[in-house]
């Protein structure tokens, strides 16, 4: 399983990668893996400001449609329009090319109640 190290995650399963006072946020390797197939990212929350824990978008796998959840408060600033075309970068690269938004944080404090590699790697007992 890969859970990098120098990431940031949540309880439900998301990563989150900040620089200054944006972060980029996806679903982690193990999330990604319980899902199967990815068919279909939606993100209707484009330059809208949300709450943390708030639901920013959905995944759709061949099984099952699940719910993303912000994980800091703040703008959403950006989409990874590449998951219209090609959904299954979350399957191959969930770390990289199948990122799905970016967020400026709107109170840094939220970071702190995130999870570290070793924390999330408690919580899904890896």
Sequence with gaps: MNIPANLKYTKDHEWVSIEGDIATVGITDFAQKELGDIVYVEVETLDQTLEKDEVFGTVEAV????????????EIIAFNDALESTPESVNSDPYGAGWM???????MEEVESLLSS???????GA
């Design 118 to 124: 070793e924390s999330y790697n408690e919580l899904i």
């Design 101 to 107: 938004i970016k967020l400026k944080i709107s109170n």
């Design 63 to 74: 099984k099952t449609v699940s719910d993303l959840f912000l994980p800091l408060a703040g």
